[in-house]
């Protein structure tokens, strides 16, 4: 009998001893961060973006402040230590800091610390500042949304320490964007009335996102000047952005014996035409 009741006594110790120690509990969640990025622009995208901890004293007996440690993964799409996101098969390189210059990695053994301190009993809440960063100047990006998740994993009491997993969303939003980036010349016609026909030309350049089909069109296909006839075509009616400018031309043509409507030596006219570019 003396020996059953010693052994009740120990697992009422031991069922004690647990309860205690689990009296404080933390946990980590985030928003995560979203980020509108242009390929043109050179300069590294930074967005600011934060955690919270959340912990809970359940016993005016337990210490009044716990430490935590909160680390991150790579993401569902890293490449060697860079984290990617994801729109389809595309990527996009970023990466999380401590700081807002992006000079310290937020990953691996490098982690960001702090100290909850409680008040009495009850739950406090306590946020950790972070910085998304993406590097400037990728090309290759098709125009849409990219994604990814991160993992976080904090650390938090006494040795041995408890664990809380929690994780963050990624959004980087990449516009569908075309441009004329070099302007088209001016197609001069130099006619000599009832004289052969001649045909002029000028370049221009377009810079589209990459993998952004486009279309081209001209206000205006033919028209006349000093009663002279002349039509204008472009050399592509659209294509494909590569994210790199793209040269196109406007090819002008004038028939060969038109007499115009010159009565003096030498006569000019101008007009003006819209190139319009639709993606």
Do not use: E
């Amino acid at each position: 009998m003396k020996r059953v009741m010693r052994l009740i006594a120990i697992v009422l110790l031991s069922a004690a001893s647990a309860a205690a120690h689990g009296a404080i509990t933390c946990s980590v969640s985030s928003g995560g961060f979203a980020a509108a990025y242009d390929p043109a622009n050179p300069l590294t995208n930074t967005t600011q973006s934060f955690f919270t901890v959340t912990c809970t004293r359940g016993l005016a007996s337990d210490p009044t402040s716990v430490s935590y440690s909160v680390a991150v993964d790579n993401g569902l799409y890293a490449t060697g230590v860079n984290n990617r996101a994801a729109f389809g098969a595309n990527r996009i390189r970023y990466d999380v800091f401590r700081d807002s210059g992006c000079s310290s990695k937020w990953k691996g053994s490098t982690t960001i610390s702090g100290t909850v301190t409680f008040v009495g009993t009850g739950t406090v809440t306590q946020q950790g500042n972070y910085w998304g960063c993406i590097t400037g100047g990728q090309t290759g990006l098709a125009a849409g949304t990219y994604t990814d998740s991160v993992t976080m994993t904090m650390t938090y009491g006494p040795a041995p320490s408890l664990v809380s997993v929690g994780s963050f969303g990624v959004s980087i939003g990449t516009p569908a964007t075309c441009s004329v980036t070099a302007p088209p010349g001016t197609i001069t016609f130099t006619y000599l009335a009832l004289g052969p026909a001649i045909s002029p030309s000028t370049t221009f350049g377009v810079t589209c996102t990459y993998a952004l089909p486009y279309t081209m069109a001209l206000d205006v296909t033919s028209a006349a000047l000093v009663g002279l006839n002349y039509t204008l075509a472009l050399s592509s009616p659209g294509s494909t952005g590569t994210g790199a400018q793209q040269t196109f031309s406007i090819n002008g043509s004038m028939a060969a014996g038109q007499a115009g409507t010159c009565a003096a030596g030498t006569c000019t006219g101008t007009r003006v035409h819209a190139l319009t570019i639709t993606y």
